[in-house]
C-alpha cells in the first residue's frame, strides 16, 4: 500500500482541517462553560454601539437585525428553534436546577399555525399553553391540541377596534380586544410566563409599554422570561414608537435581544428577561455571575 499519493495526502489534510475544528469548537465551548463575565452587559454594550437612534430611523430599522445578531450572546445559552410553517420561535431550554418547573406558554395570535407549540410541548411536557386569536375558524380546531385557546383579540385596550385579521385572507373587521395585561390576569392566571409569543398584527406598538419595567405586567407582578414577538413594518409614528421601547429596554437592563431577523419588513425578535431573580434561575444558572445586576425584579 501506498502512502504517498496525491488521495493519501488529501485524506490526510482533510482529517488534520477536521481535527482543527473539533478542537475549535471544543475550546470555545470550554471557553464559554468556564467565562463567568457578565456577556448580556456586553451584547447591551455592543447594541448602543452600534444603534443609533439620533439618526434616520428607517435606516436603524433596516440594519436592526444585523445588529442584533452581531450583539446577542447566542453561544452561550441553549437556545432552540421550533419551527411553524414559515418562521422559527426560540425558546432557552431550563436548567437543571428546575428540571420539574411549572412551565407558561401564551401565543398570541395563532395564525391557523401551532407546530412551533406542538414542537415546544413535545420538548418540555411539562408546559401549558394558552393561546388568543380573534379569528376562531381552523384556530379553534387545533390550538386544544395543545392548551386552552381563546377566540379573542388581546392587544393595549379594552373594546371593539377596526383589525387586520387573518381568515380566508387578511382582512379589516370590528373585533373585540381585551388588553394584555386583563387577559394574563383574568384568563392565564399565572404569575410567571416561561415564553410569550406575540404576532398581532400591528397590534403590538400599543402593547410596547405593558412590557416594560414600569408598564401595568410588572404592577400586576406578572412576569415574562422570554418573548417573541413580531413587530411588523411600522409607519412614521409606529417606528418612533419601537424606537423609544428599545432605549427603554436599554435603559432597564432587564431584557437582552438574543435573535432577530427579517421578512417583508417586519421584525422577529426573540428575547430574554435575564435581569429577574426567577427567570435567570430558571434559564440561565450559574453562567455568569448575577451581583453587578442593578436591576428590580418585578416579581419581588
Given at each position: 500500500m501506498r502512502f504517498n499519493t496525491p488521495?493519501?495526502?488529501r485524506q490526510l489534510l482533510m482529517g488534520l482541517l477536521y481535527s482543527i475544528v473539533f478542537l475549535l469548537a471544543l475550546y470555545m465551548y470550554m471557553q464559554a462553560s468556564t467565562d463567568k463575565s457578565n456577556f448580556f452587559k456586553a451584547s447591551r454594550e455592543c447594541l448602543l454601539s452600534n444603534v443609533d437612534v439620533n439618526s434616520d430611523l428607517e435606516k436603524q430599522w433596516s440594519y436592526f437585525p444585523y445588529y442584533v445578531n452581531k450583539c446577542a450572546p447566542q453561544n452561550r445559552l441553549?437556545?432552540?428553534g421550533f419551527s411553524n410553517t414559515d418562521e422559527l420561535k426560540y425558546h432557552v431550554l431550563p436548567t437543571n436546577d428546575v428540571p420539574n418547573m411549572d412551565c407558561t406558554i401564551v401565543s398570541l395570535g395563532i395564525g391557523k399555525d401551532?407546530?412551533?407549540e406542538k414542537s415546544m410541548q413535545a420538548a418540555m411536557p411539562n408546559c401549558?399553553?394558552?393561546g388568543a386569536d380573534p379569528v376562531n375558524e381552523t384556530n379553534a380546531d387545533i390550538f386544544p391540541?395543545?392548551?386552552k385557546f381563546y377566540n379573542i383579540a388581546v392587544g393595549a385596550e379594552n373594546g371593539t377596534f377596526r383589525s387586520y385579521v387573518l381568515e380566508d385572507i387578511y382582512r379589516y373587521q370590528e373585533v373585540k380586544y381585551v388588553d394584555i395585561?386583563?387577559?394574563l390576569r383574568n384568563y392565564v392566571k399565572r404569575p410567571v410566563l416561561d415564553q410569550l409569543m406575540i404576532d398581532i398584527e400591528h397590534a403590538e406598538y400599543p402593547m410596547l409599554p405593558f412590557l416594560l419595567m414600569d408598564g401595568q405586567l410588572a404592577r400586576d407582578k406578572i412576569l415574562i422570561c422570554q418573548m417573541n414577538i413580531e413587530v411588523h413594518r411600522p409607519n412614521p409614528e409606529q417606528l418612533k414608537q419601537f424606537f423609544d421601547f428599545f432605549q427603554q429596554l436599554m435603559k432597564e437592563k432587564q431584557w437582552t435581544l438574543m435573535s432577530a431577523s427579517s421578512i417583508i419588513g417586519h421584525l422577529r425578535l426573540f428575547m430574554?428577561?435575564?435581569g429577574s431573580e426567577e427567570c435567570h434561575k430558571r434559564y440561565i444558572g450559574a453562567l455568569y455571575q448575577r451581583d453587578d445586576l442593578d436591576v428590580t425584579d418585578p416579581k419581588s
Open positions: 488521495a493519501f495526502t441553549m437556545v432552540q401551532v407546530e412551533a401549558e399553553f394558552w391540541e395543545v392548551g395585561a386583563t387577559f430574554i428577561n435575564h
